[in-house]
T-cell receptor
Framework: EDQVTQSPEALRLQEGESSSLNCSYTVSGLRGLFWYRQDPGKGPEFLFTLYSAGEEKEKERLKATLTKKESFLHITAPKPEDSATYLCAVQEGGGADGLTFGKGTHLIIQP | GAVVSQHPSWVICKSGTSVKIECRSLDFQATTMFWYRQFPKQSLMLMATSNEGSKATYEQGVEKDKFLINHASLTLSTLTVTSAHPEDSSFYIC???????????FGNGTRLTVT
């Protein structure tokens, strides 16, 4: 069973059409949930870290929220340059330092 | 901000040869770096955790004799794919953090193609 599940796998929106991406996780003792943006052929670019349920963070047109079971990445009035794959990752409690990633949501914003 | 540089960005090699990939933290020291592999349309899979001055910790299923990791300084980790085969063709990405509690910052990846 995947520990991090992102949905939808792909999403096509018109410019200005707001929507939300979902990240569900099943890990114990969450230390942190991370959102990254990845452009084709590039490494992931850090967006947000969320640590506890109820926490919210914003950056330009993006807002990330966290509950005990999932996180949402809300995108408001997106622009074509927001097109990318958005990755969610979790860091579990315990000694492990690495992140466990979901498969990502491929977002396309059409002008 | 924290910058992680990875080199080369792409490499093509023949089956049976070895390839070395470098990962550098440019403006911070990283006692721990991480190596990931990503297949097309798949998530990043953690291969190993690289610790400065000590042996790397490999994830289950990753052959330590095939993927040699060296972390000789606080700003440099290398991944050597030994005796590469076509099935090793993938996108390899390194990452590092400035300190405990800081987010991971990623390099731009290395596209390895083994012919």
């Amino acid at each position: 069973e995947d520990q991090v599940t992102q949905s939808p796998e792909a999403l096509r929106l018109q410019e200005g059409e707001s929507s939300s991406l979902n990240c569900s996780y099943t890990v114990s003792g969450l230390r942190g949930l991370f959102w990254y943006r990845q452009d084709p052929g590039k490494g992931p670019e850090f967006l947000f870290t969320l640590y506890s349920a109820g926490e919210e963070k914003e950056k330009e047109r993006l807002k990330a929220t966290l509950t005990k079971k999932e996180s949402f990445l809300h995108i408001t009035a997106p622009k074509p340059e927001d097109s990318a794959t958005y990755l969610c990752a979790v860091q579990e409690g315990g000694g492990a330092d690495g992140l466990t990633f979901g498969k990502g949501t491929h977002l396309i914003i059409q002008p | 901000g924290a910058v992680v540089s990875q080199h080369p960005s792409w490499v093509i090699c023949k089956s049976g040869t070895s390839v070395k990939i470098e990962c550098r933290s440019l403006d911070f020291q990283a006692t721990t770096m991480f190596w990931y592999r990503q297949f097309p349309k798949q998530s990043l899979m953690l291969m190993a955790t690289s610790n400065e001055g000590s042996k790397a910790t490999y994830e289950q299923g990753v052959e330590k004799d095939k993927f040699l990791i060296n972390h000789a300084s606080l700003t440099l980790s290398t991944l050597t794919v030994t005796s590469a085969h076509p099935e090793d063709s993938s996108f390899y990405i390194c990452s590092a953090r400035e300190g405990a509690g800081s987010p991971l910052h990623f390099g731009n990846g290395t596209r390895l193609t083994v012919t």
